[in-house]
């Protein structure tokens, strides 16, 4: 059981990266997937999440009309906008039960996204 996280790349800032997860060893279609994103020296934080259909989406405040989760089967999508040297960081795709209060059970390895002033 995989999530495997690419995409990530050095950009100058206001710059865009799409970054894409793709799933093996089993379907995470009906689980509710979200990326996640840790600085050096801070916390792992929620960027995005997204539902089974699509239709429920929340993101962190600070990427707010910059960046879009998207999912197609097994596979999540993150188009980042407007990118910031704030938004540098580890970015991780995650998998959890759609059931509330489910915790986040499948990770993947991480891309490396940095910004450039």
């Known amino acids: 059981v995989q999530l495997q996280a690419s995409g990530g790349g050095l950009v100058q800032a206001g710059g865009s990266l799409r970054l894409s997860c793709a799933a093996s060893g089993r379907t995470f279609r009906s689980y509710l997937m979200g990326w996640f994103r840790q600085a050096p020296g801070n916390e792992r934080e929620v960027v995005a999440e997204?539902?089974?259909?699509?239709?429920i989406i929340h993101y962190a405040d600070s990427v707010k009309g910059r960046f879009t989760i998207s999912r197609n089967n097994d596979k999540v999508y993150l188009q980042m906008n407007s990118l910031k040297p704030d938004d540098t960081a580890v970015y991780y795709c995650?998998?959890?039960?759609?059931?509330?209060?489910?915790?986040?059970?499948?990770w993947g390895q991480g891309t490396l996204v940095t910004v450039s002033s």
């Open positions: 997204i539902n089974l259909s699509g239709n």
């Open positions: 995650a998998a959890r039960q759609s059931e509330p209060g489910s915790a986040y059970k499948y």
